[in-house]
């Protein structure tokens, strides 16, 4: 199909701007944004169908990358965020390829109520806010550790001067706290809708199963996170520590859940 080359040219486009010198500041910009028109040029050819919805774990992955290298790049033109280009554009670089080999199950959408569409919607959303906020604590942990220790990798190499070119710790640590807000907003919405909409979106009730236990309590960390930075002043390894589990939790609740059904156990769920 047309977008299984849609994918792979922008996955070659993601992993030379992952390469890239950093003075190649118009040029990185330019391939990502190339990059990124055409992995969301395919991912439209092959998620929408008329009257039915492609899903699943890589298609789940790969829209989240999509989204979060719209927030790197939007987000490297105000601060100087070049350390997040290499990690985002070589994890975007392996996603994008996934939905032509995991092309997942097709549900109908006949019958569906149009809140389906937009539950769907948010929870990408949320999970790539989320995502990007993941690779921003990566970032922290690492410059933290530079600054402090400067052992092993992190005193030379491509890496050492990436994480030299980040903002400061306390501006990196405002922006993840903003980031963290807004994909908690957005997870909250989608914890809502599936519990409010829950038969009217899929046709059955509410039930505690795996993804939605694993999804709560992804929303409870992140939801004590910012209660404790907003009253006891939370920051540093604590923050950092609830942030890559939360998020670590948010990726079983569903990727990791369908990645078992889907690759290990070969069965579509819709």
């Not at 092309?103 to 995502?131: C, E, N, R």
Request: some cysteine.
């Amino acid at each position: 199909m047309m977008q299984t080359y849609f994918f792979v040219l922008a996955s070659l486009l993601y992993l030379g701007c992952a390469i890239l010198p950093a003075d190649r500041r118009a040029t990185i910009a330019a391939g990502t944004a190339a990059g990124w028109l055409l992995h969301g040029g395919a991912l439209w050819a092959d998620v929408l169908a008329p009257g039915s919805l492609r899903v699943g774990f890589a298609v789940m992955l790969s829209a989240t990358l999509w989204i979060t290298v719209a927030a790197y790049w939007l987000e490297n033109r105000n601060f100087a965020l070049d350390g997040l280009r290499v990690l985002v554009l070589p994890s975007a670089a392996v996603v994008v390829i996934l939905p032509a080999l995991f092309p997942g199950s097709v549900v109908p959408l006949s019958g569906k109520s149009p809140l389906f569409s937009w539950h769907i919607a948010i929870a990408i959303l949320a999970y790539s806010t989320l995502t990007i906020a993941a690779f921003h604590a990566v970032l922290m942990a690492l410059q933290e550790s530079k600054l402090h220790t400067g052992r092993g990798m992190l005193r030379e190499g491509w890496l050492a001067a990436a994480l030299d070119r980040l903002p400061a710790l306390l501006s990196m640590e405002k922006l993840l706290f903003r980031l963290i807000a807004f994909g908690f907003g957005l997870l909250t919405l989608t914890v809502l809708s599936g519990i409010v909409f829950s038969e009217q979106l899929f046709g059955i009730p509410f039930k505690w199963d795996h993804k939605n236990i694993f999804t709560m309590l992804s929303w409870v960390l992140f939801g004590l996170l910012l209660a404790g930075r907003k009253w006891r002043g939370w920051r540093g390894k604590t923050a950092l520590t609830f942030t890559l589990t939360g998020f670590a939790t948010l990726l079983l609740a569903y990727v990791g859940s369908r990645f078992v059904l889907e690759v290990v156990l070969h069965r579509g769920l819709a």
